[in-house]
């Protein structure tokens, strides 16, 4: 057992996986327990290097996929953002329809990774499937995943539904649309955004979401200065 978290932990802290290492995931993948899994599941987003770690990577993940865990399912759907098959995109539009609305999210975004890399008629027909799931969303955690996809997918008004949930009652939809307006949107160079950042940091009641503000606020302090001494 000790043997075993010894191999998942070594491989958390390395940014590829190895043929060797890749067919011991696999394995895991089937026999081990639920947090042996999970962590399966997570470091496969780092197998996607090679032709024969994709291959591998995709099939343990679309096993996870349908993993009697919750957790390990999710987390499956997450890494499979890192593959650039069509095929997983197919395995992935069901998704947008589990009754589990973490899943629901995380194939929204996993689908905005995967067809960002495609060509732009794969790319345009995955936003359109996207922005009509997201008409019938009523979760606002899996709203705010669709305002991230789509506006990775070219959706520019999903910024401003971003913006606006930085205001909203639940702290996790609060800090998601943060995280993805950090990770999608061009906030540094943005001149719009900054006014809205501070006034809604002022208005943030939880810690560390003041906190994600403050790293952002720093940053873009720090580029102005830059900026200003060229």
Same mark, same amino acid.
């Given at each position: 057992?000790?043997?075993? #978290?010894?191999?998942?932990?070594?491989?958390? $802290? +390395?940014?590829?996986?190895?043929?060797?290492?890749?067919?011991?995931?696999?394995?895991?993948?089937? %026999?081990?327990?639920?947090?042996?899994?999970?962590?399966?599941? *997570? %470091?496969?987003?780092?197998?996607?290097?090679?032709?024969?770690? &994709?291959?591998?990577?995709?099939?343990?993940?679309?096993?996870?996929?349908?993993?009697?865990?919750?957790?390990?399912?999710?987390?499956?759907? $997450?890494?499979?953002?890192?593959?650039?098959?069509?095929?997983?995109?197919?395995?992935?539009?069901?998704?947008?329809?589990?009754?589990?609305?973490?899943?629901?999210?995380?194939? /929204?975004?996993?689908?905005?990774?995967?067809?960002?890399?495609?060509?732009?008629?794969?790319?345009?027909?995955?936003?359109?499937?996207?922005?009509?799931?997201?008409?019938?969303?009523?979760?606002? #955690?899996? +709203?705010?995943?669709?305002?991230?996809?789509?506006?990775?997918?070219?959706?520019? /008004?999903?910024? $401003?539904?971003?913006?606006?949930?930085?205001?909203?009652?639940?702290?996790?939809?609060?800090?998601?649309?943060? *995280?993805?307006?950090? &990770?999608?949107?061009?906030?540094?160079? $943005?001149?719009?955004? /900054?006014?809205?950042?501070?006034? &809604?940091?002022? *208005?943030?009641? %939880?810690?560390?979401?003041?906190?994600?503000?403050? *790293?952002?606020?720093?940053?873009?302090? &720090?580029?102005?200065?830059?900026?200003?001494?060229?």
């Amino acid at each position: 057992m000790d043997s075993i #978290w010894a191999f998942l932990n070594e491989l958390d $802290d +390395q940014d590829t996986v190895s043929e060797k290492e890749m067919r011991l995931l696999k394995l895991l993948s089937n %026999i081990g327990d639920a947090d042996e899994r999970n962590r399966v599941a *997570q %470091i496969c987003a780092n197998g996607f290097h090679s032709a024969y770690n &994709t291959k591998t990577a995709q099939r343990i993940l679309l096993h996870l996929l349908y993993d009697s865990d919750p957790t390990v399912r999710v987390n499956a759907c $997450d890494s499979l953002g890192s593959s650039n098959a069509v095929c997983v995109l197919l395995r992935l539009f069901p998704l947008l329809k589990n009754k589990d609305f973490l899943l629901r999210g995380y194939a /929204a975004l996993s689908i905005a990774d995967i067809s960002a890399k495609k060509a732009l008629d794969i790319r345009n027909y995955c936003k359109r499937k996207l922005d009509r799931r997201n008409r019938f969303e009523q979760e606002p #955690w899996v +709203q705010t995943c669709y305002d991230g996809a789509l506006y990775r997918l070219g959706d520019i /008004a999903a910024k $401003d539904r971003l913006v606006a949930k930085l205001s909203f009652e639940n702290e996790h939809v609060r800090y998601l649309a943060l *995280q993805h307006i950090e &990770t999608y949107v061009p906030w540094q160079t $943005d001149a719009g955004l /900054a006014p809205a950042l501070s006034t &809604t940091r002022e *208005q943030e009641p %939880i810690g560390y979401i003041r906190e994600k503000y403050d *790293q952002m606020l720093r940053a873009l302090r &720090t580029q102005h200065k830059g900026n200003a001494a060229e």
